[in-house]
């Protein structure tokens, strides 16, 4: 596993983040969603950084893909969004890939009349979107790999990693999580050191 955002480097970037969102609401009240599972460190760090009073709640959205005649559809179970109408909302996801979740996301968000909807995202890949989409806040911007990591998972794994790593993909089948973890840890140890 290669590192490729360290735990500094992803603080830093969010406590600006935090600044940008400042700026743009004051201390007007806000409600951040996210979306589950990969944005919950992502949300976690957020809002630790955020003054304005804050609601939080989280929904889930899985992508069945599609044939190439065909876009996939998008299954949202949204039974933790709390009430939104009237509200000043901020939709947070981890990474915006093809943008087909987020688009279909934002979509459901708009149908429940909310006072303004905005888009964070913590990664943005170049080069893969489907859709037009443009964030309102993003974190890094970064090629066209397979991460994971702070948030990111491998068939729902390596979630906990307080680094956003890069797994080798010629080795990526045979990933051995122990050994995935500690030499993460290790390297992000040296990185911090
Ligand atoms: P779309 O393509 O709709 O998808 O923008 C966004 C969702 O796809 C997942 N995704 C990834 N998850 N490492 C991951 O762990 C990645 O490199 C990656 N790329 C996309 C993620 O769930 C995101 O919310």
């Known amino acids: 596993m290669q590192v490729l955002l360290t735990p500094d480097q992803i603080h830093k970037r969010i406590e600006e983040m935090a600044h940008e969102i400042a700026v743009d609401f004051g201390n007007e009240p806000i409600t951040l969603i996210g979306i589950l599972n990969g944005s919950l460190m992502f949300m976690a760090d957020l809002l630790r950084e955020l003054k304005m009073p804050t609601r939080i709640g ?3 959205a899985s992508s069945y893909r599609g044939t190439a005649t065909r876009p996939g559809t998008l299954d949202i179970l949204p039974g933790l969004v709390p009430d939104v109408a009237g509200r000043h909302v901020i939709l947070l996801d981890d990474i915006l890939d093809t943008a087909r979740t987020l688009s279909g996301v ?5 149908s429940l009349s909310p006072a303004s909807l905005k888009v964070g995202v913590l990664l943005r890949k170049r080069g893969r979107q489907e859709v037009p989409f443009e964030p309102d806040y993003t974190g ?3 090629p066209d790999l397979f991460v994971i990591g702070y ?3 491998f068939n729902d794994d390596y979630r906990q990693l307080s680094c956003i790593g890069v797994l080798d993909e010629a080795n990526i089948d045979q990933a051995h999580h122990p050994e995935v973890i500690s030499k993460a840890v290790h390297i992000v140890s040296l990185t911090t050191e």
């Open 140 to 142: 890094f911007e970064i």
């Open 151 to 153: 948030g990111l998972d």
């Open 58 to 60: 989280f929904l889930r």
């Open 106 to 110: 934002v979509e459901f968000l708009q």
